[in-house]
């Protein structure tokens, strides 16, 4: 192992890797760790070099797995590399800090997220440290931001068959699986088995007979994706999140060796070749052999689903070259919309909506009504599914047709009509779905305008309103156009800190005041006010010329005096005709203003409430 891992021969890289890990998981078993750990950060850098940094983070881990997270027992010093004497806690978490440096430069996210988790753990309920959890946690979901803001993170797979006597025994005949970038291509992939491999043959498809010289024969391969996972059981899942939980560490690969997609949608199929690898994928050799190939069958739900999940994703990146001003692809997705949204198109996944149940219909239209839950078929996990993507389907249409509207590009503006109308006579159930209606509201009765210029002082306080109601026996729209002002001649008494000494006149017998402390007493008053409805509502409706006609009347004072006794103003002497006379003018102004004025025994009532 020494001598083939330090041999300077044209071996390819990834031979050189296998020994290097050969002698590594040697010096392991054989307990040689400053050896082994040496080895390990060795492959790591050489990783680092090559730019294969989340490989150089799943070196590291060889290395980490080594010590427990135990925060009182404690490691030796190392001298390549270097590392102080610490507890095995600290040594672990330092690497674990490098191994996620790594996973971050080469984008693994789901690597760097379950590193992160379990620091995690062991900040939370075993050494306690809530600083070091919170910076954990804020980590944690910024990783989750950038996920969600990213094109593209699943890599590219390539499975390769190394035929041909001219490969070594440990090649020869095998398939590998492997991982290639997010973006590459398979000339490029192509070209760099070429490089690896100067002078093998690349062949691209058919079989190979053992003969002499070398071949390569090169597929592209999709991570197999479960059906059955929930992700395809929710609507609105962007499909970088959606590639992200199926297909961060995938372990089996397919490609589709024949598909039926004509005649009746529940006689559609496919057939694919499903490969197991050793190891699930990133792994620190950027490959993985193959164990195991079966065939398997996928029936017309499983079809349906796939079909539309795909359509789905070819428009999607069409739609997105177009909005980024590509031009060149404007009549194709013309063409995919124009397909999908014509119901009479064999070639439109719609027509895979026959495969969901119908609703029940009920026996008489009273059990429809109460039943109208109960009716509904409850669907399958496959049905969901495929509701869901329809639904995806739609909305996507609908992003491409408002993008139409939007464009400039005649030949997309003059479509969107003729589009816009087959595509709401075709995803009629899609569209109810992801724009149910809107609840109607229930219409309040707006008040009258008689109303609300009258209730001015009622709307500022509607204790007022209701009392007006219950004392007065009449509506509360009647008391207000009465006394459209009583409040304000109430604030006016309150504003004014000391009032002026107004002479006490008489008042009429039938019009005596109520202060507060009658107020118990109004339950009685009630029913003795209402043998006078009559004669109150004359008094409500006194014209303002009768009071100018009438500037002595005592009704406009005696609001004021009953002011002031509920408010403790002292009794007041009475005082000569000159003074009585001085002080009409006053109220006669007060009159006009409208302001303390009562004018009637019911109008008292009413004044005093407000005034309360």
């Not at 290395?63 to 610490?86: G, I, N, R, V």
């Not at 079809?303 to 359509?311: C, H, N, P």
């Not at 013309?334 to 070639?347: G, K, L, M």
Request: aromatic share 6%.
């Amino acid at each position: 192992l020494l001598v083939a891992v330090h041999s300077s021969d044209d071996t390819d890289e990834a031979t050189h890797l296998i020994n290097r890990l050969r002698l590594m998981e040697f010096l392991r078993d054989m307990q040689k760790e400053e050896i082994f750990v040496r080895y390990v950060h060795q492959l790591a850098d050489l990783q680092a070099e090559s730019r294969n940094h989340t490989e150089a983070g799943l070196a590291l881990r060889l290395h980490a797995d080594l010590y427990e997270w135990d925060p009182t027992s404690q490691t030796p010093a190392l001298p390549d590399p270097d590392f102080p004497a610490q507890t095995q806690f600290e040594r672990k978490e330092r690497l674990y800090f490098d191994m996620i440096k790594y996973f971050e430069e080469g984008e693994s996210w789901s690597h760097a997220l379950a590193t992160y988790k379990e620091l995690q753990a062991q900040y939370e309920s075993n050494i306690f440290d809530f600083s070091k959890l919170a910076r954990t946690e804020r980590a944690i979901a910024t990783i989750y931001e950038t996920i969600s803001k990213s094109d593209k993170l699943i890599p590219k797979y390539f499975k390769v068959v190394y035929k041909g006597l001219g490969f070594h025994a440990n090649l020869r005949d095998k398939e590998f699986i492997y991982e290639g970038s997010p973006s590459e291509r398979a000339s490029a992939f192509t070209d760099r088995m070429q490089e690896q491999y100067p002078a093998a043959q690349i062949v691209t498809g058919g079989d190979v007979d053992d003969v002499e010289g070398q071949f390569l024969v090169i597929s592209a391969v999709t991570p197999h994706r479960d059906l059955n996972h929930q992700v395809f059981q929710r609507a609105r899942v962007p499909q970088v999140i959606r590639d992200f939980l199926l297909s961060s560490h995938p372990q089996t690969f397919s490609i589709s060796t024949r598909r039926n997609t004509t005649g009746p949608v529940k006689e559609h199929s496919a057939e694919k070749l499903v490969f197991t690898t050793a190891d699930a994928f990133p792994t620190i050799l950027r490959r993985s052999e193959v164990v195991d190939a079966q065939e398997i069958s996928l029936g017309a739900h499983e079809t349906a689903l796939e079909r539309v999940v795909r359509k789905t994703q070819e428009m999607t990146a069409l739609e997105h070259r177009v909005a980024d001003g590509n031009d060149d692809h404007a009549q194709l997705l013309v063409d995919a919309v124009s397909v999908s949204v014509n119901p009479a198109s064999e070639n439109s996944v719609a027509c895979y909506r026959q495969l969901l149940p119908e609703p029940k219909e009920a026996d008489d239209d009273a059990e429809e009504e109460e039943n109208h839950e109960v009716s509904e078929v409850e669907l399958t996990p496959q049905d969901s599914a495929i509701k869901m993507a329809l639904v995806d389907h739609a909305i996507m249409i609908k992003r491409c047709l408002a993008m139409f509207a939007r464009s400039s590009n005649e030949l997309l503006s003059q479509k969107h009509d003729e589009l816009h109308r087959c595509f709401e006579s075709t995803f009629a159930p899609e569209i109810a779905h992801f724009t149910p209606p809107q609840p109607q509201r229930e219409l309040v009765a707006t008040p009258s305008p008689t109303w609300r210029r009258s209730s001015r002082s009622s709307e500022a306080s509607p204790k007022n309103k209701s009392a007006g109601v219950a004392v007065n026996g009449v509506t509360a729209e009647e008391a207000s156009v009465i006394r459209p002002v009583s409040k304000r001649g109430t604030r006016l008494s309150f504003l004014g800190g000391t009032k002026k000494k107004e002479p006490e006149l008489p008042t009429e017998p039938e019009e005596a005041t109520v202060d507060i402390e009658t107020a118990s007493n109004l339950s009685r008053s009630l029913s003795q006010s209402q043998g006078k409805e009559h004669g109150r509502r004359h008094s409500f409706f006194r014209t303002q010329s009768q009071d100018e006609k009438h500037p002595e009347s005592p009704g406009g004072l005696s609001s004021r005096g009953s002011l002031d006794q509920q408010f403790g103003a002292p009794n007041e002497k009475p005082v000569e005709n000159k003074l009585a006379s001085k002080k009409g003018s006053v109220r006669k102004r007060f009159s006009m203003l409208k302001i303390g004025r009562k004018g009637s025994k019911g109008n008292g009532v009413m004044g005093s409430l407000d005034e309360e």
